[in-house]
């Protein structure tokens, strides 16, 4: 089941469902356990141009999963359900009842790195150094930077602890628009995304692409069209009952696992998997991408009363 408990987390379910087509692309699915790109379009009465770009959105909301697979008239996709349930709070009243802070961090303002081309970072002015040259992922200047994109490798980012001695972690949120990297861009590049905290992984989410076919919505205006635009907002949760994108379980890493200790900095690792498909990283902050904001963390807590 996919639940989502924040509107803001289900921005691109809600635009993938705001099609008719996409809708009998869904309902298509319920009835089949699964069918390729050409079912599709014949039961549709489409051609298959037509319903490449419905699919493209449905597999970017999470709705949806496409595997390849050898066939007598090549290679073809496959689509089929990624869960059979959607849950939407409109008005999460546990959090309302929380308690809870919320940093935002530069995307820039990484405390470690791993980078390797085509890599680079911007701010809202300019390309930091030169192109595909890690060196200067150390330059002063990344704490400004609005965009940064490397092939392989990882960001780590320390979020302060503010708990007292009588409050205890109930929930870990972080908040971001995360994107692929290909060289130039290339929409259909999938990128198996690692998140870890603590040194503990939490999970891997597949980017579907690096996307540039449409301008980013808050991009500067020297910045190149031939470059990525955008990326996907992704809500990563971690609590008692798992780690969870966008209310899909990513794996069964609890709260309890992460090692969190007193006075002790919490450490934020977003990275290319070792072991999946390596299609890069990018994560865009306030001025860049679709969306106005860094990194958001959130920290959700119990006080303990005597």
Known sequence: ??????????????????????????????????????????KLGLTNGAITMHIKKLEESGLIDITTAVGRHGIQKICYLNEDMLSVDLKNKSAE?????????????????????TCGLATKDSIVGEFDNPRYFADPQRINAGIVWLTRGFLEYRIPNYLKKNQHFSELQFIMELGSEAPGYNDDYPSDISFSVNGVEAGVWTSPGDFGKERGTYNPEWWPPHLNQYGLIKLLRINDNGSFIDGCLISNVTISDLKLKQNADIKFRIGVSETGRAGGLTIYGENFGNYKQDLIARVIYDVATS
Request: cysteine-free.
């Open 1 to 42: 089941m996919i639940h989502i408990k924040e509107l803001r987390s289900g921005l691109n379910i809600f635009k993938a469902l705001s099609s008719e087509i996409r809708i009998e692309i869904l309902e298509l699915l319920t009835k089949h356990d699964s069918l390729n790109l050409n079912e599709i379009a014949e």
């Open 97 to 117: 009842n929380a308690n809870v802070y919320e940093v935002e961090v530069r995307v820039g303002h990484y405390s470690d790195y791993h980078a390797e081309s």
